[in-house]
């Protein structure tokens, strides 16, 4: 049996939360080598582990993947989590697409001058509440809004 996958990320979620998330749904124990320092990165990225220099980075089936979507994707489908056929992985890509469209969102907020926060939060419960819950609530057969802390945000 080969060895546990080897998670390269920082000691945080980031981008490699749903990694870790989709591993554990598929049941999969891994290791994670957390980047403590620059140069923990600069060893990365110079000895060509790193193909656009940028982590998260996974090492799986003798493979060192970058870029989240890719490692996703390859996880999903080794593990039978990615659909059956092709209307199910495009109908798993949408729903995902979903999520990554309403966390660019919520990623940008902290960053906006605080003269255009209060806009943008309204903006963001709004579109929320209105186009993305619904998407899920539909699939899901359960409010959202009930399920979630949005009103406290």
Do not use: C
């Amino acid at each position: 049996m080969p060895g546990k996958p080897v998670l390269h990320y920082f000691d945080g979620r980031g981008r490699m939360e749903p990694i870790r998330w989709l591993l554990a749904a598929a049941g999969v124990e891994f290791e994670e080598n957390f980047l403590k320092t620059r140069d923990d990165l600069a060893r990365l990225r110079s000895d060509g582990s790193l193909m656009f220099e940028q982590v998260p980075m996974v090492e799986i089936d003798g493979m060192k993947l970058v870029q989240t979507k890719a490692i996703l994707n390859y996880i999903a489908t080794k593990y039978n989590l990615y659909g059956k056929d092709m209307k199910e992985r495009a109908l798993i890509d949408m729903y995902a697409e979903g999520v990554a469209d309403l966390e660019l969102m919520v990623l940008y907020y902290p960053y906006m001058p605080p003269g255009e926060k209060e806009a943008s939060l309204a903006k963001i419960k709004d579109k929320a509440r209105n186009r993305y819950f619904p998407a899920y609530e539909k699939v899901s057969g359960s409010s959202l809004t009930d399920l979630l802390p949005i009103q406290r945000v």
